[in-house]
């Protein structure tokens, strides 16, 4: 059987591999600390297990609506109201089965051959399989152990050329840590206004689970009050915001995320 050639593109994430490896050896009696695969090791609250349950029994088990429940919709835009201070209509809200559907959606809406996606190095391994399997080329930010991995404004603004069709942020960063300093999120954003053609795409996967240092400053919250999660006809630069609730709840064999519609994202 042949496949298709763009598989050879498609790489997996290691830290799955290191799981795997890690249970069997957990089968053969072995006592076994994992550090390669980013799940809280907490047990969900107690709260969502009974939420979860009670969905069940009150038979919400079928087909979902595309862009998922309303009630959850309105749920994630009250959230995001409440903790960003910014209003967001629940029809720009668009509910899926985890972090990584929201990436591959991007990288294939946005990513072709010819096309540049900047994306942050080290970090999360499926943003330069994504971007590869879509035809585009991946272009690493450097993230530098010396500056405790912080991505730089001028490193990002730097590496954008008329091919470049999204940048991939990540703060707090997988699997380094690290939360972008507010002062280099002014610099980008202001520098990024200089490119409108340029898509965003903010993964905030772990905006829940910082620790002592850094406040996590998220782009919303600059720029004069802008934000480029909210929709983008609001913003000088169209936009894809990755959140989600699993990685700060624990569940993660639940996982789901939230994302802009396509349709806010302008041609």
């Given amino acids: 059987m042949k496949l298709a050639d763009r598989l050879s593109r498609l790489g997996?994430?290691?830290?799955?591999?290191?799981?795997?490896?890690a249970?069997?050896?957990?089968?053969?009696?072995?006592?076994?600390?994992?550090?390669?695969?980013?799940?809280p090791d907490f047990q969900p609250p107690p709260h969502v297990i009974e939420a979860a349950g009670k969905a069940l029994r009150d038979g919400h088990h079928g087909y979902t609506p595309a862009n998922g429940f309303r009630p959850l919709r309105v749920g994630v835009a009250d959230v995001f109201a409440k903790r960003r201070g910014v209003e967001v209509d629940p029809d720009s809200v668009v509910i899926v089965p985890g972090?990584?559907?929201?990436?591959?959606?991007?990288?294939?809406?946005?990513?072709?051959?010819?096309?540049?996606?900047?994306?942050?190095?080290p970090g999360f391994p499926i943003y330069r399989s994504a971007i590869a399997f879509s035809g585009a080329t991946p272009v690493p930010i450097p993230l530098h152990e010396d500056d405790g991995f912080s991505c730089r404004a001028e490193e990002v603004l730097e590496r954008i050329t008329p091919r470049t069709r999204l940048i991939v942020l990540n703060s707090p960063?997988?699997?380094?840590?690290?939360?972008?300093?507010?002062?280099?999120?002014?610099?980008?954003?202001?520098?990024?206004?200089?490119?409108?053609?340029?898509?965003?795409?903010?993964?905030?996967?772990?905006?829940?689970?910082?620790g002592t240092g850094p406040v996590n400053v998220?782009?919303?919250?600059?720029?004069?009050g802008q934000s480029i999660f909210i929709p983008c006809e609001l913003t000088p630069f169209p936009t894809i915001r990755v959140c989600q609730s699993s990685s700060s709840a624990a569940p993660?064999?639940?996982?789901?995320?939230?994302?802009?519609?396509?349709?806010?994202v302008p041609p």
């Avoid at 490119?195 to 795409?201: F, Q, S, W």
């Avoid at 993964?203 to 910082?210: G, K, V």
């Fill in 218 to 224: 998220r782009l919303n919250c600059i720029n004069s």
């Fill in 12 to 21: 997996t994430e290691t830290a799955f591999e290191v799981l795997a490896r």
């Fill in 23 to 39: 249970e069997a050896l957990k089968a053969e009696g072995r006592s076994i600390v994992n550090l390669g695969i980013g799940q």
């Fill in 99 to 121: 972090a990584k559907v929201t990436m591959f959606f991007a990288m294939l809406v946005l990513g072709e051959p010819g096309a540049e996606i900047l994306y942050p190095d």
């Fill in 252 to 264: 993660t064999s639940t996982f789901f995320g939230s994302q802009p519609r396509k349709e806010q």
């Fill in 173 to 210: 960063a997988n699997p380094t840590g690290a939360v972008m300093r507010k002062a280099e999120i002014d610099r980008l954003v202001a520098g990024l206004e200089d490119h409108p053609e340029v898509a965003i795409l903010s993964d905030e996967i772990y905006a829940r689970l910082t």
